[in-house]
């Protein structure tokens, strides 16, 4: 069994006020409890204060606890990570109109390099958990149908699409603290974060470069 978590950092906006890029990524790893630990340890170091805070969120935790639960996550025996960078500013002027179709596209880019490498065997069974954020019903249930068609075309064994709330999901949590690392090295051209979990990251793909 393969668990494989998506999560996204930037926004796929294209104002002034929008961000220069936009990250999928997927951490990959056949012990998801061990991503759950590290969760859970980092919650049981916060101030009491911070105790009844739901999830935890990279953007808005303090210096030490990003850089404690980046360490452990780099620690992880075949924990994989894998990202797919776009470049907003050399996105055609006709997607940046059709944003939907931008953001399947880009997370079917990504997922679609598990096979192009060979990571997972095509027999394996794969349980792949989205954050379900708080978009449009509609475009959650198209998104999950567009990757089941796209994922189960290319798979013999079964493929298991879970939406969940991150904040019942650690797991998902911790891919978000992975994402931030990278989506701060190229939105802030800080590479601090991004250097504690480059051993695990095994495909960094830069889209429209």
């Not at 919650?43 to 360490?71: G, M, Q, S």
């Not at 079917?108 to 490498?117: E, G, V």
């Not at 089941?148 to 298991?160: A, C, D, F, H, T």
């Not at 709330?165 to 939105?187: G, N």
């Amino acid at each position: 069994m393969a668990y494989i978590f998506l999560d996204e950092s930037g926004d796929l906006g294209f104002s002034k006020g929008s961000s220069k890029w936009f990250i999928f990524t997927i951490a990959l790893t056949d012990d998801y409890r061990a991503l759950e630990r590290v969760i859970k340890k980092a919650r049981r170091t916060l101030r009491k204060k911070h105790n009844n805070v739901r999830e935890l969120h990279a953007y808005h935790a303090d210096e030490i606890t990003r850089k404690r639960v980046l360490t452990q996550l780099a620690a992880l025996q075949g924990l994989k990570v894998l990202c797919i960078v776009l470049n907003k500013d050399k996105v055609y002027t006709d997607l940046q109109n059709q944003k939907n179709h931008l953001y399947n596209y880009t997370a079917n880019i990504l997922l679609d390099r598990l096979h192009s490498k060979n990571i997972i065997p095509l027999n394996e069974t794969i349980e792949l958990f989205i954050d379900r954020k708080d978009t449009n019903k509609n475009l959650r249930e198209s998104f999950e149908q567009y990757l089941m068609q796209s994922l189960s075309g290319k798979r013999e064994g079964i493929v298991n699409i879970k939406l969940r709330a991150s904040h019942e999901e650690k797991a998902l949590q911790a891919v978000d603290f992975m994402s931030w690392a990278i989506f701060r090295k190229y939105e802030q051209s800080d590479y601090s974060y991004y250097e504690i979990i480059k051993g695990s990251v095994i495909e960094e793909n830069l889209l429209f470069p």
